[in-house]
């Protein structure tokens, strides 16, 4: 998307206001030895997520109250009630994720009976002490209802292993398989956790946050290779 003040740079440009080799922003603001990725000299700002307090507003309480009565192992599950942008996010400890997706599937004051989309996050830069970097993002909708919810699951790099939601949601077939491809998070009783995206024999899951970005060996015929964002033209 074009920002108001680069559309007006360019105008003038047009225009003959401006000459034409004068330089121009890169992506998201970067200025200076541009790289065509746009992240050079960005800067990492420091988030933490806030747990909520009651009460958490619309139906969220009513789905959270309902939970707790269908599931008796709530409180022992729930990490922490997080309200962000208009969503509701459940950090659930793994051992209990079946459990609760159940309950929140069958239970009758619930029927959050699709999963959306299964995702994955590498917070390495909030790594913990408990070295949790790693989440699985589970996005719920109730078509009885018309509600949605987000469960979250963290786990480490060293143990990065989450039971499989398949056999509760189909769906969560082919997502599961991606954030493994991707994240490295091992889906354990998953009836097949293959690559989906990378070759079969690839080393790494390239959107973990320590990936290497840009010059990874590719065999292109005429043996060109893709250099680090960097290192790359500049265009103007």
Known sequence: MTRPEDRETELARIEGALPV?????????????????????????????????RPYGGYFDEVVDALA??????????IKVVVDRGELTLHI???????VASALRDDQALRFELLSSVSGVDYLAREGADGTRLHSVYHLTSMTY????????A???????????????PTADWQERE????FGIV??????LTRILMPDDWDGHPQRKDYALGGVDVE???????????????YR
């Open 21 to 53: 080799d004068q330089e121009r922003p890169g992506m998201f603001g970067v200025t200076g030895p541009g790289d065509t990725s746009g992240f050079s000299g960005l800067k990492r700002q420091p988030w933490v997520e806030l747990p909520a307090a």
């Open 155 to 169: 786990v480490t790099d060293a143990d990065p292993h989450i039971p499989s939601v398949v056999a509760i949601y």
């Open 179 to 182: 954030v493994w491809d991707m």
């Open 220 to 234: 292109y015929k005429d043996g060109a290779s893709i250099p680090p964002p960097d290192e790359r033209r500049v």
């Open 146 to 153: 018309r509600r949605r919810i987000r469960l979250e699951v």
């Open 93 to 99: 400890k793994r051992e209990h994720l079946l459990a």
């Open 187 to 192: 889906y354990d009783g998953h009836p097949a």
């Open 69 to 78: 009565e269908a599931y008796p192992g709530f409180d022992e599950a729930l």
